[in-house]
Nanobody, 127 residues
Framework: QVQLVESGGGLVQAGGSLRLSCAAS????????MAWFRQAPGKEREFVAA???????????DYADSVKGRFTISMYGAKTTAYLQMNSLKPEDTAVYYC?????????????????WGQGTQVTVSS
């Protein structure tokens, strides 16, 4: 089992930036995916970004169309920490952001695919 702890949320004006962190601890795996999801009030949880690793030296990053070009996901520390750099933030980015992790590096980002979740961190973008 993997434990995840997010940090870095807060209040920012539109056009500003925030960086979210997700620290993972527990078991390690030969292939691995960490992802960010978000849920706004009254809306379904949605995929934001993911970074996956299949045991080699290459990481693959994928993004939702709504954040492509503005958000960047990265992984450091022997796959123990994932970051989500969020630039050019918009009011519609306001949500609780959750870090999630799953074993394996397949291109599959349904929430049910992820077995480990963090507690969530609030991001609020004011207009």
């Amino acid at each position: 089992q993997v434990q995840l702890v997010e940090s870095g949320g807060g209040l920012v004006q539109a056009g500003g930036s925030l960086r979210l962190s997700c620290a993972a601890s527990g078991r390690t795996f030969s292939s691995y995916t960490m992802a960010w999801f978000r849920q706004a009030p009254g809306k379904e949880r949605e995929f934001v970004a993911a970074i996956r690793w299949n045991g080699g030296s290459i990481y693959y990053a994928d993004y939702a169309d709504s954040v492509k070009g503005r958000f960047t996901i990265s992984m450091y520390g022997a796959k123990t920490t994932a970051y989500l750099q969020m630039n050019s933030l918009k009011p519609e980015d306001t949500a609780v952001y959750y870090c999630a992790a799953k074993v394996g590096g397949t291109y599959s980002y349904a929430g049910a695919d992820f077995g480990s979740w963090g507690q969530g961190t609030q991001v609020t973008v004011s207009s």
